[in-house]
């Protein structure tokens, strides 16, 4: 087996690739940090234009692989009433417009399978959201676009439980397969990292993203809408790149207080370069160690 490839001598492919491949860019070990960073969801194109000028910039200064993100839209908020998003047409022309003035590659989230192709001819990146994660259908979908495929692990389902959700992308022909750590279920209302994740599924053979703005939400915990602890997105995002992570996640805005969802978990944008480069410091160090 070469695990950089992840093909076996006969041809045939039982892993994805690692490092992976996303447009551009390798995500792996010994390969620039990927960061994929943006608002939770489309409030309208100058905003979304905006984050997406700064996050480039920030990439540029400090030298990762940077993929904006953004939802066009929000199908598992908590009230009926909340904001979802522009919706899916709308929503990608926004992303394709991101990816001309700026350059970045884009990735947003799917919720139904009839979406993956769309999101899959501007997108170089699909996201699988958590609660969506064994849905076989929907991987499958997204694997046929021929795209990398992101997939937050359920708070509800063990890490090594991921290798199904592997095994189902690759037998759909997906070889690109990133998996996120985004916390697990603690009771009602609270989620908690078990670290040991991130070393269990990066040996299912695919680079592992740490989420680190999800990880601190509190589902439910504002009533009609989900709350959370943006004071704790670094501290578990530098424990996490002490581990070893292959990737960085998280949502930023520039008035986190006002943003229509997620706002209370999200990096404001003025400190997201400083994270970013306390994050990459971190993951220089532990990568000397060599391979654990």
């Not at 489309?42 to 984050?51: C, D, F, G, R, W």
């Not at 000028?53 to 009230?79: L, P």
């Amino acid at each position: 087996m070469n695990r950089d490839s992840g093909h076996k001598d006969d041809g045939s492919t039982d892993m994805p690739n690692y490092p992976a491949i996303i447009g551009n860019y390798r995500c792996g070990r010994g390969e620039p940090l990927l960061v994929i960073a943006g608002p939770c969801v489309i409030e309208n194109e100058s905003l979304t234009l905006a984050i997406a000028e700064r996050v480039a910039e920030i990439a540029c200064q400090i030298g990762v692989q940077m993929v904006f993100k953004a939802s066009f839209d929000k199908a598992n908020r908590t009230s009926i009433d909340a904001y979802r998003g522009p919706g899916l047409e709308p929503g990608l022309q926004i992303l394709r417009r991101v990816q001309r003035v700026t350059g970045l590659p884009v990735t947003t989230d799917i919720h139904e399978s009839h979406q993956a192709g769309a999101a899959g001819e501007v997108c170089e990146l699909l996201q699988i959201p958590a609660f969506l994660s064994r849905q076989t259908d929907l991987l499958t979908a997204a694997a046929a676009t021929g795209r990398a495929v992101n997939v937050k692990k359920a708070q509800f389902m063990a890490p090594g439980d991921m290798r199904h959700v592997v095994a189902k992308l690759n037998a759909a022909g997906c070889e690109n397969v990133l998996l996120t750590e985004r916390g697990s279920f603690f009771g009602y209302g609270r989620l908690v990292n078990d670290m040991r994740s991130i070393p269990e599924m990066r040996r299912l053979g695919a680079p592992v993203v740490f989420d680190a703005t999800h990880s601190v939400q509190e589902p439910g915990g504002l009533g009609a809408a989900t709350g959370g602890n943006r004071e704790m997105a670094e501290p578990l995002a530098r424990a996490a790149a002490a581990i070893g992570i292959d990737g960085l996640f998280v949502e930023t805005h520039p008035e986190p207080d006002v943003s229509p969802s997620d706002g209370a978990n999200m990096i404001p944008l003025d400190q997201l370069a400083d994270c970013i480069k306390r994050i990459v410091e971190i993951r220089a160090t532990v990568e000397r160690f060599g391979e654990a």
